[in-house]
């Protein structure tokens, strides 16, 4: 049986969705900085200057934005103190490392 991303989203808890918003800094794309941000049941994601973006839910921890033909994946990773502290982006194959502000 496959679910689909509003089951996912169903099952997020809000504390979760919380502890992914922030703002995320990729010093290997020249500081680029992605705010995630959180409304009511869902996660939002942009850079600065930019048209917020809908997170959709794969797993607990992964999310996607379709862009086309492709996708831009998002796997936040929390550490054992339940503080999100980066976050990975994977486009077009190519997976970079963010670190929460």
């Known amino acids: 049986m496959r679910t689909t991303a509003e089951e996912v989203a169903r099952s997020l808890e ?4 919380d502890l992914y918003s922030g703002s995320y800094e990729f ?3 020249g500081g680029l ?3 995630v941000t959180r409304t ?3 996660l939002y994601a942009a850079v600065p200057g930019q ?3 809908e997170l959709l839910p794969q797993t607990a921890t ?3 934005i379709p862009n086309g ?3 831009y994946q998002l796997d936040f990773m929390v ?3 339940r503080q999100t502290c980066r976050l990975a982006l994977t486009i077009y194959g190519m997976s970079v490392t963010g670190w929460r502000k």
């Open 62 to 64: 992964r999310f996607v």
């Open 27 to 29: 010093s290997d794309l």
């Open 51 to 53: 048209t917020p973006r």
């Open 79 to 81: 550490d054992a103190a």
């Open 14 to 17: 809000p504390q979760t969705l």
């Open 40 to 42: 009511d049941n869902g």
């Open 69 to 71: 033909y492709d996708f």
């Open 33 to 35: 900085t992605l705010n």
